[in-house]
């Protein structure tokens, strides 16, 4: 027969027990009120506890008793609070979820309005119809420059003329684009 605290069942020296200490005040933290300190995890009856371990009920007293099945409850509880603790820490946003502190820094979650989502539709629209009024030297190096994502030194070069010239075009383009997008 045998008698172990939880600290030797949790490091696994013993699997197999006939009884259990556990400190109720470590398991349940400030939680706890009970007189009893402690409590013995088994399936015998009080007065065989105090038989076969006189020390221990001494030392222990008072106590509660608890069943065996206790201990499974327990130990899944506990295997379930560490998974979820575990998760919290490898997973968890630093500014959490309320108060609308997330959308302060991640303009991503921040949904858009109609009267937003419809406004910013309109100045696309005009946007590709004013670059479509532009001359077609324009029109092309802008292309170029905005979708092909060339630098002004291919442009310049595919072209045939200078750099200034390719810089000037875009300027020109980039302000009647915007001139046409105001009105």
Same mark, same amino acid.
């Given at each position: 027969m045998k008698i172990i605290t939880a600290t030797e069942c949790i490091l696994g020296k013993n699997?197999?027990?006939?009884?259990?200490?556990?400190?109720? +005040?470590?398991? &349940?933290?400030?939680?706890y009120n009970g007189k009893e300190k402690y409590a013995f995890i088994t399936?015998?009856?009080e007065n065989q506890i105090i038989e076969l &371990?006189?020390?221990a009920a001494n030392k222990y007293s008072p106590y509660l008793l608890l069943p065996k099945a206790y201990k499974d409850i327990r130990n899944c509880y506990i295997k379930n609070e560490l998974k979820y603790r575990s998760r919290h820490y490898r997973y968890c946003d630093v500014f959490g979820y309320t108060d609308g502190i997330s959308e302060c820094f991640h303009s991503e979650i921040i949904s858009e309005t109609l009267e937003n989502i419809v406004f910013l539709k309109f100045k696309a629209q005009k946007s590709i119809h004013s670059i479509e009024m532009l001359p077609e030297p324009?029109?092309?190096?802008? +292309?170029k420059f905005l979708f092909l994502n060339k630098k002004i030194i291919e442009i310049a070069s595919e072209e045939c003329v200078t750099k200034a010239a390719i810089s000037a075009s875009l300027k020109l383009a980039f302000r009647k684009i915007s001139k046409q997008i105001d009105d």
């Open positions: 699997t197999n027990f006939e009884c259990e200490i556990i400190n109720l +005040k470590r398991e &349940y933290g400030n939680e399936d015998l009856p &371990y006189p020390e324009q029109k092309r190096r802008l +292309k």
